[in-house]
């Protein structure tokens, strides 16, 4: 039985985290006389054909492939799946299935969002960090040429199914990327947090299994929480971009290719931390513990160096600034960030030379 709950009122959903149930069973109980549709991509079908072939036939799901890539986070992508619900004729009754990482679980979200105005979807989440950030929260979207995550809404899933045995052929490069997901949570998820990561570090860059199990298990139960507090980000939901404005810039930088998300989150959260000691955020009895977890933080290879300057334009291209100025999450004391605005240029700058020169 599920512990973790996405608590939204009337819209409160389970996160099934390597329970005993099979996914066919937990499908058939909660959602009776229902069809179902299934969308993965044509990376996790290669690895995990024989599954899908499996719960397909036990749940009568319609099977939709899409190709594997961001570059495919689109709308001719959306359409295709919204072609196939229509021509098997699935209604509004329908329940579909995204089986696969963020880019899955977003795009086939969308289609859930607004196939027939909204039919009922199940995250399965299959990469890292899918089952620790994008799976939960709702938050659905295609990109378009302009940007990234241009056209989408605000869709809860009715459950999230976590099989974290998924992540035993996740590529390296992937799971160290999500990690940077779990990472942030120590920034963000209270003292207990901060001290879990500071402590097991080494065991989950390793992968051991249960101390990933526990990242996994208190990462969602932090992000729920958050959810659950401020399900529109008009507040502290904006905490969850902890690291996210240097990093966001920093993809900008190499317009999106040869860096993954999640690695420019490692670099974002090395500056954030800079900035915030920098400009005394941080009191005095906290920076021994800061600069335990500072030394812990990945520096993940660049396709080039960075220009500081350039940074520093990019950041203010992020959408999540108000009117231009900057907002930026940074730490105050172990597990504990604040939104903050005003904070110069010079130390900005100065953050950025430190972290990307040295
Ligand atoms: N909705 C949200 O709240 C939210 C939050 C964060 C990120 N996102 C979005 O998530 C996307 C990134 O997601 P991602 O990092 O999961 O990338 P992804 O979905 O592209 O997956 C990364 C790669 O791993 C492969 N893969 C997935 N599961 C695997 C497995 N178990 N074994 C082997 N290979 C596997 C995929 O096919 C892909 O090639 C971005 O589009 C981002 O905008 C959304």
Known sequence: MPTIFVELKERTYPIYLDEGESFPDVMADRFPDRRFALVTNSRLEELYGDLIEEWCDKL?????????????????????????????????????????????????????????????????????????DS????????NHPMGKNLIGAFHQPRLVFIRTGFLTTLPDREYFAGYAEVFKNAFIGGP????????????????????????????????????????????????????????????????YTGILHGEAVHWGMACALDLACRSKLVPPSAVGRFESIRS???????PSPPQPDDLYRAMFSDKKNLHGALRLVLPTEPGISSITEGIDEEAITATLKNVFTD
Not at 244 to 252: G, K, Q, S
Not at 296 to 302: F, G, N
């Open 135 to 142: 799976s939960v929260g709702g938050k659905t979207a295609v």
């Open 296 to 302: 812990k933080i990945l520096r993940p290879e660049l």
């Open 192 to 255: 207990e947090m901060f001290a879990f990561i500071d402590k097991r570090h080494g065991e989950l860059m390793a992968k051991d299994p249960n101390a990933l199990k526990e990242a996994i298990d208190r990462s969602v139960r932090i992000k729920a929480r958050i959810v659950s507090e401020d399900e529109r980000e008009s507040g502290n939901r904006a905490l969850l971009n902890f690291g996210h404005t240097f990093a966001h810039a920093l993809e900008n930088n190499y317009k």
């Open 60 to 132: 009568h799901a319609v099977k939709h492939i899409i190709p594997d890539g961001e570059q495919y986070k689109q709308l001719d992508t959306w359409k295709g799946i919204l072609d196939t619900l229509l021509a098997r004729r699935l209604d509004r009754r329908a329940v579909l299935v995204a089986f696969g990482g963020g880019v899955v679980g977003d795009i086939a979200g969308f289609a859930a969002a607004t196939f027939m105005r909204g039919i009922d979807y199940v995250q399965v989440p299959t990469t890292l960090l899918a089952m620790v």
